[in-house]
């Protein structure tokens, strides 16, 4: 069936089929949740081993690697149970805000490239365009369906400072994320971590940014929560 399609196509079909069953497992929580997390674990601990056996530092960079994951899962996990849904969601289109945001101001913008050894189609304008997406979103999201914490006890512009700072915050450690996955492929020798999703590549070139946003989300809002 994908076999005949481009690649743009590949991805549409992709994300038609993917996306409203992760969807459906963020808002249904409990074993849906877990069942899905676990699955997505096993799947990226093997894509890292793969990338990681290509390398000449195996085995620190797979225990590295597994350790990364599972603090990275475990702090999705906990962003749906400690807080809510809406706080997930929230991560996660903050995570899909910046991926865009970087891509259309970098395609748009241009300019001197960010880090052109690791990926060198990533450009400071692209790396500005995804702090101010995620940033934008998480205001307008708290104007339109509040935030569901303890910050709503707050008045509006202490709200609002807190989803701008989130926003940073969490697409800079996306892109980080992405960089990151990129650097070790770039050691592998390889341009995808796998061929799972047609036109898209391995599961962690899809989720490379939310591997790193997801603890880094949930530290910002523990320490947030102290300071304000």
Known sequence: MFKSLGSLEKRIISAIIIAPVFLYCII???WPLTLWLAISFIISTQEW????????FFMPCMVLGVIYMALSYSSFYILRDMYSVNVLLVFIGMIWASDIGAYFTGKTIGGPKLIKEISPNKTWSGFGGALLFPALLGMTWYMMFGFHTEFDERSLYTNLLVLAVLGVVTGASGQAGDLLVSFVKRQAGVKDTGNLIPGHGGLLDRIDSMLL??????LAMVILSYVL
Do not use: I, M, Q, Y
């Open 49 to 56: 081993f793969n990338l990681s056996k290509k390398t000449v």
């Open 213 to 218: 946003g997801a603890p880094v989300f949930f």
């Open 28 to 30: 249904a929580g409990d």
